[in-house]
């Protein structure tokens, strides 16, 4: 009996050193696939997946770069998604984090293979290029994965302290972090304010803009001109956005979808806890799947199902003897798990 599954789909910062050579150790079967993402990066004089994929070292500059590192995660991600074995597992919905959500739309038909990359690539560009502000992580959990009343205080009082100097913003609820986001003030104030967490956080993340709000009204904007509204199509899957919405094959609203996609999921926060929430409890499925490349979503992923004690759940301890018994999240991206999702 085939098992039901919901995909998610990885934002940005999932291919490093690590997953350098992702494509070719895992999708060498779908040269098709990969050729036409290569075509459309000659097409806009970018290097292609291939060749950065193929580097013989890896390179933050280069990889990391919005520029490139959004078709990378695209190629891979997809990638995985095909590869997923469909007789064991039905895909009941999609979504994703951040960069996610465009993923989310090519898994789901949303938009075709030759508008995906393209939609993808577009934004990659127009965020290296007009990216402003920048983003730091802090944990609204404590070190065993349950909510922490002293972090969340602080979470506020770093955001007042932003405003008040600068702008300063929550960008990403990510389960158990806070992606916080702001103007070099604003980060600066929040970075000052924010106590030591695990001896690593606040942690600012490099060659990231203030991403999910209103500093990026004129991306946004940028994006409207550059791609038309013809890109989105009806979804063939569920897709649950960032606000935890739901999109159906046959109740979409085409030109609301586009709004969205490239209005307020561009300007306000994305709300990913909520995302996984309803995957779950709309849903109900067997199985969570985390497409690769990477598997940093793993953590915030269990934080949310500990957070709605999802199957007994209330610690990091009882999730990691959950994972060890019969995992309930399959990451595509970390080699113990792979083959519980693909064809043996």
């Known amino acids: 009996m085939k098992k039901s599954a919901v995909v ?4 940005r910062g999932t291919y490093g050193k690590d997953e350098l050579g992702y494509l070719a150790r895992h999708h060498s079967d779908k040269a098709a696939f990969i050729k036409g993402v290569d075509e459309w990066r000659e097409s806009q004089n970018r290097d292609t997946v291939s060749a950065l994929d193929h580097a013989k070292t890896y390179s933050a500059a280069k990889h990391a770069s919005s520029l490139n590192a959004s078709a990378l995660i695209y190629a891979c991600a997809l990638a995985d998604f095909a590869a997923i074995d469909r007789e064991q597992y ?11 959500w465009y993923l989310t739309l090519s898994g789901a038909g949303a938009v075709s293979a030759a508008n995906a990359i393209r939609l993808v690539d577009t934004m990659g560009a127009l965020m290296e290029r007009e990216g402003k502000g920048g983003q730091l992580i802090y944990p609204f959990t404590g070190e065993d994965w349950r ?3 002293p972090n969340e205080k602080a979470i506020g009082d770093a955001l007042h302290a932003g405003r008040t100097e600068g702008e300063a913003y929550l960008s990403i609820r990510l389960g158990g972090m806070a992606v916080l986001a702001g103007d070099e003030a604003g980060m600066a104030a929040m970075e000052r304010v924010l106590p030591k967490a695990e001896g690593r956080y606040p942690f600012r993340l490099a060659r990231h803009a203030a991403f999910h709000t209103p500093l990026l009204a004129h991306v946004s904007a940028a994006a409207f001109d550059a791609l038309p509204a013809e890109i989105i199509e009806a979804p063939h899957l569920p897709m649950i956005d960032g606000r935890g919405a739901i999109w159906t094959p046959h109740g ?7 709004d969205y996609t490239l209005g307020s999921q561009i300007v306000e926060t994305y709300d990913f806890s909520k995302s996984i929430e309803v995957a779950v409890k709309e ?31 209330t610690s990091k301890a009882d999730f990691m003897a959950l994972q060890k018994e019969d995992p309930f999240l399959i990451a595509m991206g970390r080699d113990d798990q792979r083959a519980l999702a693909v064809q043996g």
């Open 8 to 11: 998610i789909f990885p934002g």
């Open 90 to 100: 039905d895909i009941a919905a999609v979504c994703g984090n951040s960069l996610g």
């Open 147 to 149: 909510d922490s009343r």
């Open 252 to 258: 979409a609203n085409l030109k609301a979808l586009y």
């Open 283 to 313: 849903f109900a499925p067997d199985k969570l799947i985390l497409a690769g490349p990477g598997a940093t979503l793993g953590a915030p992923i269990a934080q949310e199902l500990i957070r709605h004690r999802w199957k007994g759940l």
